[in-house]
């Protein structure tokens, strides 16, 4: 379950206040792959990364019972000085898997090779974001967060890794943003329109698709 | 509640493997640096006053009487210092919802208490095996002494991080106050023979009295008219529940 419960998010930066949810209560439908949409600036990113327990809401609580993943091709949690392999081994302890078993799928899936065992840091975007998706992949969450990535790396890779993520899924749910129409229809039943602070239900994706044309 | 605890192990657990191998790098010779730093640099300061003739306060063994209270020093010094960068050098650990920044605090309290452990025992020994030194008369209390200083460590060490994280100005602060710990923690005297003057003043350093409590454990014969073990310990625990609540409060305008 991923519920908001009178949840309130408001920035102030430099004077400038910005309110991002008022008061919104909203339980992610159990199950089912839930599209998130909004105009830009709506604080869709902001909604996922509370999702996933990186940031806190200024007040209320977010819930969450189920293994939320880190939003899709993100690498900001990798250690520059650690290597690849343990970095690996560090995010597959803290969530409880087996360490080896992990590093084994990440390896077969990054294809970074010998590079795994060189720190972070001397990597490209493109490899530690293959990386991340890998160790996304192999950790196994209940509920992927796509933030517009689906796939990562070159034309071949991306193919793979959509179709892995594709597989992946079968098993688990996503909250997923995007502003393709067809990558909504693709991966969602069901979705939350962002507007004006507040939360909108639909059922059904083409009625969100509705909206989303009218209002962004 | 049993899986949340477990949970919390295996997130301090697996941050400390990864603050041992931050702090002391690839190479195994990491780890040996991490251990005979402390002990070269006490060993450095020993022949020093051995050097210039001074006689010991009290017992045969100078380097004894200075290792009881500099070893404690060290120990309370490492944690205050290294606990207070925690927060800004793992903010990026925040990414993993169960990671919290109290879990940061306690992987680096758990490794440099071992990290400590191996020194005493290492150095002790060492003193013991060229003649130096002697083994503890009452090992208990040399136990309590160290955990106390730990948790005083703890406590102003998480305080540091709540404040250095705010501003950074913080540390520059924090030198003043930590600098003339030195010499107000009997590392040359014996606190009971200074004048009460002195002691009035004295007493009100926390470090004093695991130093003392330290000297105790070591000598079968050394009385502390100082060492009141609840000053200690009390204050240890305030700082470290202010701190959890500070840490608690404020988090959200850190994230």
């Keep these: 379950m991923i519920a908001f419960e009178n949840v309130t998010k408001i920035y102030n930066v430099k004077g400038v206040k910005k309110v991002i949810l008022d008061d919104a209560s909203y339980r992610f439908a159990d199950k089912k792959n839930v599209a998130l949409m909004g105009h830009n600036g ?5 909604m996922m990364r509370m999702v996933a327990g ?14 939320v993943s880190w939003p899709m091709g993100f690498a900001r949690g990798f250690n520059g000085l650690m290597t690849g392999v343990e970095n690996v081994r560090f995010v597959s302890r803290v969530y409880g898997c087996h360490t080896e078993s992990v590093l084994e799928q990440v390896q077969e899936f990054a294809e970074l090779g010998k590079s795994l065992a060189l720190p972070i840091q001397t990597y490209s975007s493109g490899m530690k974001a293959r990386l991340a998706f890998g160790l996304s992949l192999a950790i196994s969450f209940e509920c992927y967060l796509i933030d517009e990535i689906t796939a990562v790396g070159d034309r071949r890779f991306k193919k793979k890794s959509e179709q892995a993520l594709k597989d992946k899924i079968k098993n688990a749910r996503v909250v997923m943003i995007s502003h393709s129409e067809k990558t909504i229809k693709d991966y969602c039943d069901c979705g939350v329109f962002a507007y004006g602070s507040k939360l909108y239900h639909y059922d059904d994706v083409n009625e969100l698709l509705k909206d989303y044309r009218k209002f962004c | 509640m049993f899986y949340s605890i477990w949970l919390q192990i295996r997130v301090i657990a697996a941050l400390t493997l990864r603050e041992t191998r931050m702090t002391f790098g690839t190479s195994h010779s990491g780890y040996f640096w991490a251990v005979f730093q402390p002990i070269f640099s006490v060993s450095f300061l020993m022949t020093l006053f051995y050097l ?24 309370y010094n490492k944690l205050s210092v290294s606990l207070m960068r925690a927060f800004t050098t793992n903010k990026s650990l925040l990414s993993y919802p169960m990671i919290k920044e109290p879990d940061t605090l306690f992987a680096r309290l758990s490794l ?20 130096l030194g002697q083994l503890p008369a009452h090992p208990e209390r040399l136990i309590y ?3 106390t200083t730990c948790l005083l460590g703890f406590g102003v060490g998480s305080i540091n991080a709540i404040l250095y994280q705010k501003n950074q100005a913080w540390q520059h602060i924090e030198k003043i106050f930590a600098r003339p710990l030195f010499f107000l923690s009997g590392v040359f005297y014996i606190p009971s ?25 070591f000598y079968s014969n050394y009385r502390s008219d100082v060492l009141n073990i609840a000053y200690p310990l009390g204050l240890g625990a305030a700082l470290v529940i202010i701190a959890m609540f500070a840490e608690r ?6 994230v």
Excluded: D
């Design chain 1, 42 to 46: 709506a604080g869709k990113s902001t």
């Design chain 1, 54 to 67: 990186i940031e806190l809401p200024t007040s209320g609580r977010v819930r969450r019972t189920e293994k």
């Design chain 2, 52 to 75: 210039i003739g001074r006689q010991s306060p009290f017992g045969t063994s100078l380097a004894l009487f200075f290792a009881t209270a500099v070893l404690t020093l060290e120990l």
């Design chain 2, 112 to 131: 440099i208490a071992c990290t400590f452990i191996v020194i005493n025992v290492i150095f002790y020994s060492g003193l013991l095996v060229v003649g």
């Design chain 2, 145 to 147: 002494a160290f955990l």
């Design chain 2, 193 to 217: 023979t200074m004048p009460p003057e002195a002691i009035a003043v004295l007493k009100w350093n926390p470090l004093l009295h695991v130093v003392e409590w330290t000297r105790e454990g």
């Design chain 2, 249 to 254: 409060i404020t988090r959200k305008q850190r």
